[in-house]
């Protein structure tokens, strides 16, 4: 079995199957098998069911939030939402699943007629991280079984109760075994045989982007189509013209959710030299007032870091940018609650060679930088490998047309700290992969498009 650990006391929430490679292939056949039917039944059959499964989690709200709390550490306010958000997906599927459009194309010849349709690709498989054990999860199945795909999901390790949960709710409502399958175990066992068995005609990934590549590689042997959501290294640039309240509410709302482990989250603040001492000064006053501790407490708290590998590393980047002559305006260090407990920090002083500069930093920490111009802003923010999303805050319009136009992003998000929602495509370009989940977009990566020459219709 494998032990979860509620992250902010040590203790042990609970157990999961560390399940047998027989095991894993057990489920892997029963998602193969039940791909025919599943892909058959009328769309509002399947919208129906996962309506039913949207309803039945709505009425058990509670149950959930509080277990996202214990097995990650995120406030209760903060799981509230996630499930808010996590259910935003299967309603926005349930919906969707009826309009799986195609096209009719005029022929080239007089006695036919082409058509395109699309179909489900396949029994797919999804492997999701632990920051969003409801979402993650509710984003990937939702879309698969709306285009009348079959999934098994590899939760993540730190994780798994909200998504047997999520299994169980599932059954509960008649979404059947094959359909909707659950492994957990070897990550790295299970990812080879979702990745080498050519019966599974999709994987989704949301990881880092170190596994990512080894899957996508793996996937390159049995040409298993992929998206992939990885990490990111997201500028947040505040120009002198921004509403200030606005970015600073933006930054803070932005970069503590999930106390910092979030791939969306700001990781690079460049705040224009003319207003750069005012936002340090407002931004430290309003961190300083931000509660760290236990995230079972309703009000919004900082919680703990998944683990002490998480740890290390945001105690490590601060401990780098101090011995490289970096201000810490606040924090820097553990917090008097011990454990994975991180004082939320700013740091100030910092240029672009900075470790934090380049790491996805995944902690409290707020990491700013000065800059003068438009074009030296963007092309800092542009310096990185990764492309998943910027913030920017500004007032002008034209500066923002050209924000949105130059940022080398997959979402550009102006004057708001805010991303996601069911009814958007969410994903990234550049290291930080390829693939969109969420609105009408999302669907698109579970179908595949079959063009039909019917020829010999007379004239
Ligand atoms: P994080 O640092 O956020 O935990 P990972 O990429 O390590 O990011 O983990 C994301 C998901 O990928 C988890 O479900 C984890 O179990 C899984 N994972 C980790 N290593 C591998 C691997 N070698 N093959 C397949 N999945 C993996």
Request: one cysteine or more; charged letters at 25%; a negative charge.
């Amino acid at each position: 079995m494998i032990d979860v650990l509620n992250p902010a006391n040590g203790q042990t929430v609970g157990q999961a199957p560390a399940m047998s490679v027989s095991e894993v292939n057990a489920a892997i056949d029963r998602t193969c098998a039940a791909f025919p039917a599943w892909s058959r039944q009328l769309a509002k059959a399947r919208s129906d069911l996962l309506r039913r499964w949207f309803e039945r989690i709505r009425d058990d709200k509670a149950a959930f939030a509080e277990l996202i709390v214990k097995e990650n550490g995120k406030c209760l306010s903060e799981a509230y939402a996630e499930v808010d958000y996590g259910l935003g997906f299967i309603e926005w599927y349930a919906e969707e699943a009826k309009r799986v459009y195609g096209d009719t194309i005029p022929s080239h010849a007089a006695d036919s007629a082409i058509t395109v349709v699309k179909e489900p690709v396949g029994p797919t498989a999804a492997i999701t991280p632990w920051n969003f054990p409801f979402m993650m999860i509710t984003r990937k199945i939702a879309t698969a079984l709306a285009a009348g795909c079959t999934m098994i999901i590899k939760p993540a390790e730190e994780t798994p109760l909200t998504a047997y949960k999520l299994l169980e709710a599932a059954r509960e409502v008649g979404i059947p075994e094959g359909v909707f399958e659950m492994v957990t175990g070897d990550p790295k066992a299970i990812g080879a045989r979702f990745t080498s068995d050519t019966r599974i005609r999709k994987l989704s990934f949301t990881g880092s982007t170190a596994v990512g590549r080894l899957l996508a590689s793996a996937s390159g042997q049995t040409l298993t189509r992929m998206t992939l959501e990885l990490g990111g290294n997201a500028p947040f640039i505040v120009f002198d013209d921004a509403d200030l309240e606005a970015a600073l509410e933006g930054a803070v709302g932005a970069k503590l959710r999930n106390s910092g482990q979030v791939c969306i989250s700001p990781n690079r603040f460049y705040v224009h030299d003319a207003i750069h001492d005012r936002f340090i000064e407002a931004l430290a006053e309003r961190v300083s007032r931000v509660e760290v501790g236990d995230g079972m407490r309703d009000d919004f708290v900082v919680g703990p870091m998944i683990n002490r590998a998480g740890f290390d590393k945001v105690a490590s980047l601060v401990d780098e940018a101090r011995a490289h002559g970096a201000r810490i305006v606040l924090g820097g260090q553990a917090h008097a609650a011990g454990g994975l407990f991180y004082e939320p920090t700013i740091v100030s002083g910092l240029d672009d060679d900075a470790e934090m500069a380049r790491t996805e930093i995944f902690g409290p920490v707020f990491a700013v930088y000065r800059f003068d111009t438009e074009d030296e802003v963007i092309a800092r923010a542009n310096a990185t490998e990764y492309g998943l999303v910027a913030y920017a805050y500004t007032r002008d319009l034209g500066r923002s047309l050209r924000l949105s136009r130059a940022l080398e992003a997959g979402m550009v998000i102006l004057n708001s700290g805010s991303v996601g929602t069911a009814s958007v495509p969410f994903g990234g370009i550049k290291q930080s992969g390829y693939g969109r989940e969420g609105s009408y977009y999302g669907i698109e990566e579970y179908v595949d498009v079959k063009y039909v020459l019917m020829s010999g219709l007379g004239r």
